[in-house]
T-cell receptor, first 114, second 113 residues
Framework: DSGVTQTPKHLITATGQRVTLRCSPR?????VYWYQQSLDQGLQFLIH???????AKGNILERFSAQQFPDLHSELNLSSLELGDSALYFC?????????????FGPGTRLTVL | AQTVTQSQPEMSVQEAETVTLSCTYD???????LFWYKQPPSRQMILVIR??????QNATENRFSVNFQKAAKSFSLKISDSQLGDAAMYFC??????????FGAGTRLTVKP
């Protein structure tokens, strides 16, 4: 158990809908990262938050957004969902902004868009 | 741009034997970290081992060790005394200071009893 929690574990929804994925980092970790793992794109970095502030953006679509709250949990919002958004979404956390930290992954949320 | 290449989509090893998974990366940086993550059928991403680029000594964690060749930009993972529980997808990853992590495409390891 990495100490990172993600809810829900599974999510099934229809095209055009909006969903919210939730992540709670390890106790004391200030950084939260979101990744998307799909069959054709592999593991892709989406976005990084540090102590409530956005620090870096990767291949995140404009239909997707995220935020980190004062209690350090984070939410990833996916809207106008398309079939291609079906994937495993991981959250990871780390203890510092610096590059010496290691990212610990949550169990992931499997999103299926029908 | 930093890229990570795992040239072996699939590998197979006999139980109790040793296997080496390959990884190469491309970077112009001198300070960075390299990681191997394991993803078993449960899909959980589990950290196996990490290597700081400034350290010449290869990292080891029990049965897992790496061969880090900085000049060649190579970072292979050696699994000794392979066990059935080692069967998983293995991802090599690179991280530069303050940047996100870049992953290779993965190597699926099968362990034969």
């Amino acid at each position: 158990d990495s100490g990172v929690t993600q809810t829900p574990k599974h999510l099934i929804t229809a095209t055009g809908q909006r969903v919210t994925l939730r992540c709670s980092p390890r106790s004391g970790d200030l950084s939260v990262y979101w990744y998307q793992q799909s069959l054709d794109q592999g593991l892709q970095f989406l976005i990084h938050y540090y102590n409530g502030e956005e620090r870096a953006k990767g291949n995140i679509l404009e239909r997707f957004s995220a935020q980190q709250f004062p209690d350090l949990h984070s939410e990833l919002n996916l809207s106008s969902l398309e079939l291609g958004d079906s994937a495993l979404y991981f959250c990871a956390s780390s203890g510092a902004e610096g590059f010496t930290d290691t990212q610990y992954f949550g169990p992931g949320t499997r999103l299926t868009v029908l | 741009a930093q890229t990570v290449t795992q040239s072996q989509p699939e590998m197979s090893v006999q139980e109790a034997e040793t296997v080496t998974l390959s990884c190469t990366y491309d970077t112009s940086e001198s300070d960075y970290y390299l990681f191997w993550y394991k993803q078993p059928p449960s899909r959980q991403m589990i950290l196996v081992i990490r290597q700081e680029a400034y350290k010449q000594q290869n990292a080891t964690e029990n049965r897992f060790s790496v061969n880090f060749q900085k000049a060649a930009k190579s970072f292979s993972l050696k699994i000794s005394d392979s066990q059935l529980g080692d069967a998983a997808m293995y991802f090599c990853a690179y991280r530069k200071r303050y940047n996100d992590m870049r992953f290779g495409a993965g190597t699926r390891l099968t362990v034969k009893p």
